[in-house]
């Protein structure tokens, strides 16, 4: 089991949270207890591996979201 089953070529790692691909190893073993960060939002755990348009849709209705918010 070398870790990449079910990735195609082209996939990605990015956050489910902001849809940023800027994320951190911080620890754990890769494939049963993988520990990760989002250096944009700050967001710990689990990140989705998909195509990068997907992960520029997120991104979008992530920033979206923020423009909305009041400061």
Do not use: N, Q
């Amino acid at each position: 089991m070398g870790g990449k089953e079910g990735k195609r070529k082209g996939d990605v790692r990015f956050c489910p949270v902001c849809g940023s691909v800027d994320i951190s190893w911080i620890g754990g073993l890769a494939i049963l207890d993988p520990h990760m960060e989002c250096r944009e939002c700050g967001h710990r755990g689990v990140f989705v591996v998909g195509d990068l348009e997907f992960a520029r849709k997120v991104r979008e209705e992530y920033l979206a979201k923020r423009a909305k918010e009041p400061t």
